[in-house]
């Protein structure tokens, strides 16, 4: 079953805006990831985030993780039409990893 | 260049005969799992191996096998293929740790 629930499902930007995405999980976890996925393609891990962590920075990509919301945040600043992909979260607790259904953003130049 | 490869990308076959999706990784990952994607439902994991000789059922086994006699390559093996095993299948691998996963790219299978 899911573990990560991504919210929205689909978000439609401008190039230059910010993109935000949202994951929800139930249970427990060692650590959150985000993997991106251009279309029928295989899936990219772009950041991990540990559970005693509470924020972490990539290039444009910050990733926030609240254990007692059991919540987790994805910002994309100064989005671009390259950036144009499924997002997608996973939980891992101890090897067993979960990802959820996904955001679909949409960068338009 | 370090990888994960899936063969065939692309596949149709008729209900009921039999199929195996390769995947070999050249990372020497202890782990290796396979997913399907169906739309709506993100990845399911179907099986998972932590090693040599050691797999275990994910959450959607059914209508599958899979083996372990390498450690770089994990087939998975549809004995009797049916119509809702129709979708798009990757194989991931990690090292033990942080346990982040390395896709291959995909394999779209339809089954008749």
């Known amino acids: 079953s899911q573990q990560g629930e991504e919210d929205p499902q689909a978000l439609s930007i401008q190039e230059g805006e910010n993109a935000t995405m949202n994951c929800s999980y139930k249970t427990s976890i060692n650590n959150l990831q985000w993997y991106r996925q251009n279309s029928g393609r295989g899936l990219v891990h772009l950041i991990l985030?540990?559970?005693?962590?509470r924020e972490k920075h990539s290039g444009r990509l910050r990733v926030t993780l609240d254990t007692s919301k059991k919540s987790s945040s994805l910002l994309i600043t100064a989005s671009r039409a390259a950036d144009t992909a499924s997002y997608f979260c996973?939980?891992?607790?101890?090897?067993?990893?979960?990802f959820g259904a996904g955001t679909r953003l949409t960068v338009k130049p | 260049e370090a990888q994960v490869t899936q063969n065939p990308r692309y596949l149709i076959t008729v209900t009921g005969k039999k199929l195996t999706v390769t995947c070999s990784q050249n990372m020497n990952h202890e782990y290796m799992s396979w997913y399907r994607q169906d739309p709506g439902l993100g990845l399911r994991q179907i099986y998972y191996s932590m090693n040599v000789e050691v797999t275990d059922k994910g959450d959607v086994p059914e209508g599958y096998k899979v083996s372990r006699k390498e450690k770089r390559n994990f087939p998975l093996i549809l004995e009797s293929p049916s119509p809702n095993q129709t979708s798009l299948y990757f194989c991931?691998?990690?090292?033990?740790?942080?346990?982040?996963?390395?896709f291959g790219a995909g394999t779209r299978l339809s089954v008749l």
């Open positions: 991931a691998s990690s090292s033990r740790g942080e346990n982040i996963q390395y």
């Open positions: 985030i540990r559970s005693n962590e």
């Open positions: 996973a939980t891992d607790a101890d090897n067993d990893m979960r």
